[in-house]
């Protein structure tokens, strides 16, 4: 069995490309306008929407970098993880209800509509699209680098493709990325999705099993081996320190909720009353691919420390490593294929809502209209998108990775600034206003680029982004206390009352 | 107290219990240093020296922190906080998370003075509470959402008027 690792991970990464090819083509016949393009024209089951939230909250990152960051910085990075039960509950307890409310009442197709309706401001959605936009450009690069990282990893261990370049390996998973994505827009994101979920899930599962038998102490054994090398790595802040963890904390429980393809997943289901499956199914599906990234970094770090295994040249091998070490050879296919499932179920996700920023948004807030023929123009959109992402991630490899990294930094952190504040917040308390939502985005925007751009860094390790989303939660609640009460459109009034 | 000025209250202290932290010196590298053998690795050293200096200020930002979570919740069911119910519920919950951070706190505290180290569950206690503890604690939340959906967050009230709303605008847009 051994002798066919290759060729089984291989089909298995195959198998799986041809399987997003065919959603695509079925999707195809299924998306017939804009409002199908981007929010699958509210007709999702609770299956599909929660396989879908938790397949795109968890990246390549889930797989690849998360197992890294444990090996090592050893426990540190289990606070992202473990905080996220806060998190999944304050986005469907605060947002989950409202935005689908608002989509059905105002026929909105994107986050920035939400926006709009809700402080009645075309400059409040144009400042939204921006930052989803420029947000997008980082993830898609990181996202497709990722990619063509893994794929040139695995073609080089074959005769045939021994010499395969990096750029050829972006090429193919990127065409295939954008097959789905611009035929079937957010139906073909959304029902990969659900493939994608189920084989991260399955991975996850199968990884964790293997990797609590890989000493015959279990995961004690894995703990005292590390505590001997280091106490710190395996207690309760890790070597990252304390502050560095409590600040994760709190951007990954409070900014979940602001993370638009997440939440704009949320405007999709068929029936408000999904979301009560639809949460624990997404935290579940959640819970279980991080065990796998929790589990394959202790264990390789045990492993490496206990002098068991040589030392990895790079934290991000910690995964393959224990895949070619320790795991059958179908489980390793099927990681693989779940590797490739999380990267692509993040990046259409982003794909989708760059879209609909760039053709329905913008336009909307510069000239109060969108383009006639918006379902072409959203598949245009698309394909431009992900060819400039790509050449982001080329560029990024074979030339300098600043401009990546500076778009990089409308991660995560600028969603999360720029976002809980107006939606989170903004969708449950009437008294805020369009003045503190204008004011929230722009701050989220100029400290988290100040940040980038000066290359300034906290005490203790603090993250940026941490402090970029308290300081625009304050200015947000403060500014509208301050600031005039407003008066809310009557439908979307009503809908607060809710 | 209205939820919003908690959440405000609660951002404040973890804005105080951050620039406290900013100004204490602690003199030794707060994000550990690399592996002095094993490369792409990183340890974290002397955990008494960065730990207890910011003790104080570091439970400040743990409160500060589950409290601004739990008045996201309690903002979004500001309609039933009248309910003694439910507003028990919230507390329970903050008040567990409370206690999941005290455990952390106190067994991490008590393995720097000397107590012997126990495991629990695959990790040294301190860490268990971490891995479980804080997890479980926001699980309840889940647990409120799907078992009190109908009573909180979505009632048959709701519908009926959200239906109402979307029959009066059908009705205009028709006119």
Not at chain 1, 22 to 43: E, P, Q
Not at chain 1, 230 to 236: F, H, L, Q, S, Y
Not at chain 1, 315 to 332: C, E, G, R, V
Not at chain 2, 117 to 133: I, M, R
Request: proline letters at 4%.
């Amino acid at each position: 069995m051994e002798e066919l690792r290759q060729p089984i991970i291989l089909g298995s990464v195959a198998l799986y490309m041809a399987f997003c090819i065919l959603v695509g083509l079925w999707a195809m016949r299924r998306t017939k306008s804009a409002g199908d393009f981007f929010v699958a024209g509210r007709s999702l089951g609770p299956i599909v929407v929660g396989l879908a939230v938790f397949s795109s909250s968890l990246s390549g990152f889930g797989f690849v970098g998360g197992p890294g960051l444990v090996y090592a910085t050893g426990i540190s990075s289990v606070w992202m993880s473990t905080v996220t039960a806060f998190g999944f509950a304050v986005g469907f307890f605060l947002v989950a209800k409202r935005i689908r409310m608002i989509a059905e009442v105002r026929d909105t197709v994107s986050l920035p509509d939400i926006v709009a309706a809700r402080y009645n401001s075309e400059l409040a959605r144009f400042l939204t699209a921006v930052t989803i936009l420029l947000g997008v450009f980082g993830y898609m690069a990181t996202q497709i680098l990722a990619m063509a990282v893994v794929l040139k990893s695995l073609l080089s261990g074959t005769v045939m493709f021994a010499d395969i370049s990096l750029w050829a390996c972006a090429l193919i998973s990127a065409s295939v990325l954008i097959f789905y994505s611009v035929t079937g827009g957010i139906v073909a994101s959304v029902y990969t999705d659900l493939v994608q979920g189920t084989i991260m899930i399955v991975a996850g599962a199968l990884v964790v099993i293997t990797a609590a038998t890989v000493l015959d102490g279990g995961m004690t054994e894995v703990s005292q081996i590390i505590f001997e090398d280091d106490p710190e790595a395996i207690m309760p802040f890790g070597t990252a320190g304390a502050v560095t963890v409590l600040s994760w904390f709190f951007l990954f429980g409070v900014g979940l909720a602001g993370q638009p393809h997440i939440i704009t997943k949320m405007m999709m289901n068929r029936r408000i009353e999904d979301n009560k499956s639809i949460l624990p199914m997404s935290l579940l599906g959640y819970a279980v691919a991080v065990l796998l990234w929790v589990s394959v970094g202790l264990v390789m770090r045990a492993v490496v420390v206990g002098d068991m295994l040589t030392p990895l040249e790079a934290a991000d091998q910690a995964a393959p490593m224990f895949l070619s070490t320790y795991a059958h050879p179908i489980l390793a296919g099927i990681v693989f294929a779940g590797l490739f499932a999380a990267i692509m179920s993040t990046a259409d996700a982003f794909l989708n809502i760059g879209a609909a920023a760039a053709v329905h948004d913008i336009p909307m807030a510069l000239k109060g209209r969108a383009p006639k023929n918006e379902l072409a123009a959203a598949r245009w959109a698309t394909f431009i998108i992900s060819v400039i992402a790509t050449g982001f991630a080329l560029y990024a490899y074979y030339g300098s990775g600043q401009l990546v990294a500076f778009l990089g930094a409308f991660g995560w952190g600028t969603f999360a600034a720029a976002i809980v504040p107006i939606v989170v917040i903004g969708l449950n308390w009437k008294r805020a206003t369009k003045t503190a939502a204008i004011v929230a985005v722009v701050f989220s925007l100029v400290i988290n680029v100040g940040f980038q751009v000066t290359g300034a860094s906290l005490p203790m390790g603090m993250h940026p982004g941490f402090v970029a989303l308290l300081a625009s939660m304050i200015l947000f609640i403060t500014v509208s206390l301050l600031s005039k009460p407003e008066k809310i459109a009557s439908d979307i009034d009503r809908v607060m009352d809710l | 107290m209205k939820p919003i000025y908690i959440l405000l209250v609660s951002l404040l202290t973890v804005l105080g219990a951050v620039i406290w932290i900013a100004a204490v010196d602690l003199g030794v590298a707060a994000t550990g240093s690399a592996h002095p053998d094993i490369v792409a690795m990183r340890v974290g050293a002397e955990g008494e020296t960065r730990y207890f200096p910011i003790k104080v200020p570091l439970m400040l930002l743990q409160i500060g922190s589950v409290s601004v979570l739990c008045s996201l919740i309690a903002l979004s069911l500001n309609r039933h906080l009248h309910k003694r119910w439910v507003s028990a519920s919230i507390l329970g919950v903050y008040g567990l998370s409370l206690f999941v951070w005290w455990q952390i706190n106190s067994a991490y505290s008590d393995y720097f003075l000397g107590e012997p180290l126990g495991y629990a569950l695959g990790f040294p206690l301190p860490t268990a509470w971490t891995v479980y503890g804080v997890w479980f604690a926001g699980l309840l939340f889940t647990c409120l959402f799907v078992f009190a959906f109908d009573r909180l967050v979505y009632t048959a009230d709701d519908k009926a008027q959200f239906e109402a709303l979307l029959a009066e605008l059908s009705k205009r847009d028709k006119q």
